[in-house]
């Protein structure tokens, strides 16, 4: 007998990954603007079903050809849900976009939908089919187990979240720049204190962008030394004060602190 031990940052790499064919708009404008179509082409909506129609929850980044990654308050088991690749406008009709059904969602078993500051936000949605990769289509790369980045690092969020605190989501997929903060910073008494968990990454802060309801489960989206993107955060929590309140950046699960348990699950399963 022998085991085959199965990487997640490898399952990626043998696609290739985090290489989009059409490159983002890497904009330093504070507020959001409407991403280039197909620029960020691992980004999913993750849909469910209500009274027969069907409504955008929340983002999540295809990291395999049948494996999607989002966070755990998205899943609730009592609902039905598709996942849309490939698509930039939720409105229109666009060739290359695709809904697919999920065959199984894994939660972390220690997350704890009471209590979402303890962390372990994370899920994986396992598809029924295969994607076709593609130009729209194309799988986000997973950072290297540990992975921390510096204070003021660039990142983007993106996402069809709320333009605004209690206002409609995006019809178009939104980006914006939002810059690590440290867990130095992010646990001080004037931002989100000392609870804050090693396992979460802060981005944004500044009081003008941040991820707001709808954006949840979407990446946080870096490029690293070799010019390749890479999924460093799961878009978490936002302040009850606001979807960008001053020193309150939004908060993601850090990608980089559940590799083990990423290949574990999607070995498993």
């Avoid at 406008?89 to 976009?97: F, H, K, T």
């Avoid at 199984?104 to 936000?121: C, L, Q, R, S």
Wanted: charged letters at 15%; one cysteine or more; a negative charge.
């Amino acid at each position: 007998m022998f085991s085959i031990v199965l990487a997640s940052v490898l399952i990626a790499s043998a696609f290739g990954c985090g290489t989009p064919a059409t490159e983002p708009l890497m904009t330093r404008v504070v507020n959001g603007v409407d991403a280039i179509p197909n620029s960020w082409p691992w980004q999913i909506s993750l849909q469910y079903q209500r009274n027969g129609q069907w409504g955008h929850t929340c983002g999540g980044s295809l990291i395999a050809t049948n494996w999607v990654m989002t966070a755990a308050h998205c899943i609730n088991t009592d609902l039905t849900y598709r996942v849309f690749v490939g698509k930039h406008n939720l409105v229109q009709d666009e060739a290359g976009s695709k809904a697919i059904t999920p065959e199984k969602m894994i939660v972390h078993e220690k997350w704890n939908p009471i209590f979402v500051a303890f962390g372990n936000d994370i899920a994986l949605i396992k598809l029924s089919e295969h994607v076709t990769l593609s130009d729209s289509v194309q799988l986000g790369c997973i950072p290297s187990a540990g992975s921390i980045l510096t204070h003021d690092y660039p990142c983007y969020i993106t996402g069809w979240g709320r333009l605004y605190t209690g206002g409609p989501i995006a019809d178009n997929l939104q980006q914006a720049l939002m810059p690590v903060v440290d867990h130095a910073t992010c646990t001080k008494s004037d931002w989100w204190g000392p609870a804050l968990r090693t396992t979460m990454v802060c981005a944004g802060g500044d009081g003008v962008v941040g991820g707001c309801n709808g954006d949840s489960g979407g990446p946080l989206n870096c490029k690293n030394a070799e010019g390749t993107w890479e999924v460093h955060g799961i878009a978490s929590f936002v302040s009850g004060l606001g979807c960008n309140f001053i020193r309150k950046p939004t908060v993601f699960t850090r990608v980089s602190a559940f590799n083990d348990w990423i290949d574990q699950a999607m070995m498993n399963n």
